[in-house]
């Protein structure tokens, strides 16, 4: 088919006529999502994934689980069967990086390292794990986990409940003695067993599915700064005030404004004054 100038010439018109004629509405969802997207491109992912390549390279080939959002409860329960008869023990290293541990994980984590080098010749020591708030802010949120620590769980058959264990570490102190210790008095089992909200397994909110949202919710808190909840609000307002004026109290468009009250002659009574 041959287009002649003429007919070409009105294609575009009609193309541009058309694109001109796009409703204010569908502009504002296309500047919308503008930025929508260039914001979203601001805000850290809340489930990096990260490798344990670093870390199983300090631990001398000792294999760290490396928990995520996704996968932490199937990594834990793969460890057991129905016909699993004692617990099977898991220690979880809670770390981070500079924005949920200020930089001061890295004696602990390290030592929590070297520690699992020296246990990977041990087919007795515990399953570990490794937990960096950095990477996985809402799952540590979701447990009320605050870095450095060390959560200690005994992992019973499927259905059973799981008595977890939490030791604060010190930021500075902490070596691998204080893991060694540990493992060889079996002190942690004197500690009370936790039995909190936010217990991961049991808790009340892992139970009523509300724990991972709550996760989000102050993973948002913590990163969207606070003059943009202003805004937000700022923008609500603005929203609630403009459709109560428009709402149908509000006078018609067109109407005769309404008639002013007659002015008072003379003084009110009472008032003691003289005209």
Known sequence: MHFTKPSILALSLLTSASAAQESPLEQAKVQAQFWFDKLSSYIPSPNKPHTPAAAAAKAGGKTLNVLTLSDWEQTIRSSVTPQTATPVEWWVMVTGGNSSCYGHCTIAETAFNQTAALWSVNPNSPNLAYLDCDNQPVLCNSWGAGPPSLWIMDVPAPGKPVDIRIKALNSTTTTVKTFT???????????????????????????????????????????????????????????????????????????PPAAAPAARVGAPPGDARFY
């Open 181 to 255: 210790d540990l493992y060889a008095s079996k002190d942690w089992k004197s500690k009370p067993v936790y039995e909190g909200y936010f217990h991961p397994f049991d808790g009340v909110l892992a139970q009523s599915g509300l724990a991972v949202p709550l996760g989000y919710i102050f993973w948002v808190f913590a990163v969207v700064p606070s003059w943009m909840f202003m805004l937000g609000i700022s923008f609500l307002s603005r929203t609630i005030m403009s459709s109560r004026t428009s709402g149908p109290n509000a006078r018609r468009a067109g109407a």
